[in-house]
């Protein structure tokens, strides 16, 4: 049965689960630009105005002071109904959204225990990790539980994200006090103690201690991490089979492997083999990745507390290694330029064109994607955490010395490829939507033309310095029944069919000498060009 087959329970249970991981991160980057700017008390005013009405989690720990002190003065009634009138829907989308990362991981640990328990019949860890469809989901979902917890994390600040629940819990009593895992929901998003000020430190370990707070099954963990060390789960090296381009085909498993690391922190501490495999195989030619949407991560900041991930690091940071791989990106930019715009001239993308020279063109698009990811990844601005770290700083100067960096040529190299990639995927889609009715036109001509050929040779129709041949009569006649039997549905038969078909008039062609008589060899060249 296919694992994501409608009846498959288990299938459709993980399947819903990583879609609703999506959905949640979708929710939590929209919230996060529409934070109400009063519950981070930035502003001056608000902080004398609002500080005896919006709390941290102190608040739990002296509930009733804070709440006889707003009593005892009216103006401070008046200002808290006022703040949850205004912010009582926001707040409770917010609630909402941070409910939904606690019901969600709750939601996985009772799937493994299930799986493990043998509620899916059939079905069981090892199983779905072995299966194609199965690995993927199992490990995206780990990989969305983290994603969830840095986003929270990086883009809502652990104080607002304590007055944010402070603030719902006040305001919404009956609710809140109905629900069960309120308190859950407090303990697994209570600030971490990071900030994305550029001067903020990283706090002490950061953030395996924040993934630890709701334990997963750590046999789930380790299989997963083994999953996304050894196998290509998304089969994309078929995609990329030039070996330099091997770390771009895995960079989507390489940003999930990152995440997942640090649900199993000794191995980044202290399993230097483990470390070593991963580098050289994920990252021998990039330190800086794309974990998510657009939000990167230097590795070299990010691994620096882990003993074992930084050894491991620091065999492809050397300045040589760092040097070649600038230039060669750099020198490929130059190289492509040229090709893109000759590409680009118009009438220069032409079906026959893109039909005989697709795995050329579709090289040159694999190659302009490789070097402009490298490139606006290596030399785009450092996040605050990674600008203060002096290595990452001299490792991106020293890209953005050794390639000549030129941002103007690399925005026009983006511009073109997408370009490119859109006349491509428009031509590509005109012929595949005409495919049939140009199959049926050819097919109908290329009989004709046959039927017509052996006329020729029967000596009943003249034409200058044709003699009559029965042999070729007859053969030309079989190749109109051979090319009308051709079928449109049974694609590989009628291809190999074609080859042979070509090669055999060819070959009747060099044999009886037919090049020399003109009609015959224009409507042979004809026949051959329509197949």
Same mark, same amino acid.
């Given at each position: 049965m296919d694992f994501l087959a409608e009846n498959n329970n288990c299938g459709q249970t993980i399947l819903r689960l990583v879609a609703r991981g999506n959905a949640i991160i979708a929710e939590l980057l929209r919230l996060s630009d529409f934070i109400p700017p009063v519950f981070k008390l930035e502003n001056k005013n608000d902080q004398p105005k609002y500080g005896d009405i919006i709390s941290d989690f102190s608040y739990f720990k002296e509930t009733d002071f804070f709440e006889e002190r707003i009593d005892s003065r009216p103006e401070l009634q008046d200002l808290d109904e006022e703040l949850r009138e205004n912010n009582i829907e926001i707040l409770t989308r917010f609630y909402l959204a941070f409910e939904s990362i606690h019901k969600y991981v709750t939601d996985l640990n009772r799937f493994v225990d299930d799986l493990d328990e043998g509620v899916y019949i059939q079905q069981t860890l090892e199983t779905v990790l072995l299966n194609s469809d199965g690995?993927?989901?199992? =490990?995206?979902?780990? %990989?969305?539980? #983290?994603?969830?917890?840095?986003?929270? /994390?990086?883009?809502? /600040? #652990?104080?607002?994200r304590e007055r944010l629940l402070v603030s719902y819990h006040r305001y919404s009593a009956a609710r809140s006090a109905g629900e069960s895992n309120v308190d859950d929901v407090c303990k697994l998003l209570r600030s971490t103690g990071y900030s994305s000020a550029p001067s903020a430190r990283r706090p002490l370990n950061y953030p395996e201690e924040y993934f630890g707070r709701l334990p997963i099954n750590s046999t789930y963990v380790n299989m997963a991490i083994g999953r996304l060390r050894s196998d290509d789960i998304y089969n994309q090296i078929s995609a990329y089979p030039l070996p330099e381009h091997r770390s771009t085909a895995l960079a989507s498993q390489a940003a999930m492997l990152y995440i997942v690391l640090y649900f199993a922190p000794a191995m980044l501490?202290?399993?230097?083999?483990?470390?070593?495999?991963?580098? /050289?195989? %994920?990252?021998? /030619?990039?330190?800086?990745?794309?974990? %998510?949407? #657009?939000?990167?991560?230097?590795?070299?900041?990010?691994?620096? $507390? %882990?003993?074992?991930?930084?050894?491991?690091?620091?065999?492809?940071?050397?300045?040589?290694?760092?040097?070649?791989?600038?230039?060669?990106?750099?020198?490929?930019?130059?190289?492509?330029? $040229?090709?893109?715009?000759? =590409?680009?001239q118009e009438g220069a993308l032409t079906e026959v064109v893109v039909l005989d020279r697709i795995p050329k063109l579709m090289n040159t698009i694999r190659n302009c994607n490789v070097v402009l990811r490298w490139l606006m990844l290596h030399t785009h601005a450092l996040q605050p955490s990674a600008e203060s770290n002096k290595k990452c700083r001299q490792l991106r100067d020293q890209v953005i010395a050794d390639s000549g960096h030129q941002p103007l040529q690399l925005f026009q190299l983006l511009l073109m490829t997408a370009h490119f990639e859109l006349k491509l995927k428009d031509m590509f889609k005109k012929l595949l939507t005409e495919k049939q009715s140009k199959w049926e036109t050819h097919k109908t001509e290329s009989q004709e033309r046959m039927v017509e050929l052996s006329e020729v040779f029967s000596g009943t129709k003249p034409l200058t310095r044709v003699e009559k041949n029965e042999n070729l009569q007859a053969w030309f006649g079989e190749m109109a029944k051979q090319i009308g039997s051709l079928s449109y549905e049974d694609s590989t038969s009628a291809g190999r069919k074609i080859v042979q078909l070509i090669q055999a008039l060819e070959e009747v062609q060099e044999f009886h000498q037919l090049e020399t008589i003109l009609q015959v060899d224009g409507i042979a060249l004809f026949v051959r060009n329509s197949f």
């Open positions: 690995k993927q989901l199992m =490990c995206e979902a780990l %990989y969305l539980y #983290g994603v969830m917890l840095l986003i929270v /994390d990086m883009r809502i /600040d #652990g104080i607002v501490h202290t399993q230097q083999a483990k470390m070593r495999e991963i580098v /050289d195989k %994920y990252f021998p /030619d990039n330190w800086v990745i794309s974990i %998510y949407m #657009g939000i990167t991560v230097n590795l070299v900041e990010a691994w620096e $507390p %882990y003993k074992a991930a930084k050894t491991a690091l620091n065999n492809v940071l050397e300045a040589a290694a760092v040097k070649e791989l600038s230039v060669r990106h750099a020198r490929s930019m130059q190289q492509l330029l $040229p090709i893109m715009q000759q =590409c680009l």
